[in-house]
């Protein structure tokens, strides 16, 4: 137990947290079994430890981070831990990487029915199903979403800046003033381009090659969080790979499902199945027209955020295909999207009409809302792009 503080303390004093997530004021830290998911790179382990800091602080033996990797837990149980944890006066373990951990949901079930004073914080990938694929956590584990930066939370990190939440409502009737009040602080759009290739997943701050890491995340996204989570054999991984790379360069369009199923060797049935998979790894996301949803046929398939889109074929990524992947990206956790009708490219909550453009039009349709890249400050239902990356 003691090694378990030494490294509690050590990461709290030597784990930076430069951005204060948005998440940790919308979770209610009074519930006593939180899971806390997300893709593999967006910062869940620094989370836990921002949240520890923020609320214990170095020193303070009733609050414990620990990982379920360490060996230790191949001998002892997550159970015989907790309860010692609670014995010496423990009340808050905050659990990392607890999906390695065989029946984990079982014996967090059985500590948050034992040890009713002790609060369980753990973490996991975005892949697991808390509720429709274990029971044990139905109606106990409050499970949130963390994502990766926004572009708003990017900016505010490299520009120094303090910028708030600015909700669609607000956006959309106010954005000429919102867009000015920004500018009159920053110039956004010399750091918008930035963010759209190396700006999401926050490890671009380690003095690594991101490409690189990159590269490397999503192929243990496809390892570990699809085929380890989803028992799915080895052998198959390279389908996977070639299926991610195909939906890649052709992305954003409608799955060729039978091209796809020959292409990978596999069933249709199987390639649905496998884009679902890595829409829930967050590698994809799929867009459906109203009224429509898996396991049919999406309409088109993205890339989950815009840096995936540039290690595959860097010198082939396409700018509308970009500003597309942008907008569904900071849209979808709060806003229900599908294909758009009369010309747009997405209709938003069923009632507002969106095109996503590169440059300002002359001539536009009243009843549509234009997301402009190339845009500072708007007019009328002229929004520019990056003001988007500002909804959370």
């Known amino acids: 137990m003691e090694s378990f503080y030494r490294t509690h303390n050590y990461l709290l004093e030597h784990t930076s947290s430069p951005v ?15 899971g806390i998911k997300g893709s593999r790179g967006v910062g869940k382990t620094t989370f836990l430890l921002q949240y520890a800091r923020e609320s214990f602080g170095p020193g303070n033996r009733a609050c414990l ?59 996991g990938s ?18 949130y979403n963390l994502r990766g930066f926004s572009f708003r939370e990017y900016l505010n990190l490299t520009a120094g800046t303090a910028f708030p ?5 607000e956006i959309l009737s106010h954005h000429t003033e919102i867009a000015r009040f920004v500018c009159s602080k920053v110039n956004p759009t010399t750091f918008f381009h930035d963010y759209l290739h190396h700006g999401y997943y926050p490890f671009y701050l380690e003095k690594r090659n991101f490409s690189e890491n990159l590269l490397k995340t999503m192929n ?14 080895q052998s198959y991984l390279p389908k996977l790979r ?40 967050r590698l994809t996301n799929m867009l459906y027209t109203e009224g429509e949803t898996f396991p049919k046929k999406p309409a088109k398939v993205y890339m989950h955020n815009t840096n995936l889109m540039y290690p595959i074929r860097p010198s ?9 992947t942008f907008f569904y990206n900071l849209l979808y956790r709060d806003h229900r999207l599908h294909t758009g009708v009369r010309n747009a490219h997405f209709t938003v909550d069923g009632i507002y009409h969106f095109r996503i453009e590169e440059l ?21 239902n002229q929004i520019p792009l990056w003001l988007f990356g500002f909804l959370y």
């Not at 204060?20 to 939180?34: A, G, Q, S, T, V």
């Not at 939906?247 to 679902?276: C, F, G, Q, W």
């Open 360 to 380: 300002p039009k002359r001539r536009n349709n009243p009843d549509m809302y234009y997301a402009v890249d190339k845009m500072e400050t708007g007019r009328e």
């Open 65 to 123: 981070y620990i990982n379920l990797n360490h060996f230790y837990f191949t001998e002892r149980t997550l159970v015989d831990f907790a309860e010692e944890f609670h014995s010496k006066g423990g009340k808050v373990l905050l659990i990392d990487q607890v999906f390695k951990y065989p029946d984990w949901s079982k014996e967090l079930r059985y500590c948050y029915d034992r040890y009713p004073e002790l609060k369980i914080v753990f973490s």
């Open 20 to 34: 204060r997530r948005l998440l940790m004021d919308e979770i209610d830290w009074n519930d006593r079994l939180i």
């Open 220 to 233: 243990m996204m496809l390892e570990v969080d699809v085929l380890y989570i989803k028992q799915i054999e």
């Open 316 to 324: 082939e990524v396409n700018g509308q295909a970009i500003r597309e």
């Open 242 to 281: 070639k299926l991610l790379y195909l939906l890649a360069i052709a992305a954003p369009s409608a799955p060729n499902v039978s091209r796809l199923s020959k292409d990978i060797a596999t069933s249709r049935a199987t390639v649905m199945n496998y884009i679902k998979y890595l829409t829930d790894a």
């Open 165 to 169: 939440v600015y909700p669609l409502a």
């Open 126 to 143: 975005s892949v697991m199903r808390l509720k429709e694929e274990n029971p044990d956590m139905s109606g106990r584990a409050v499970s």
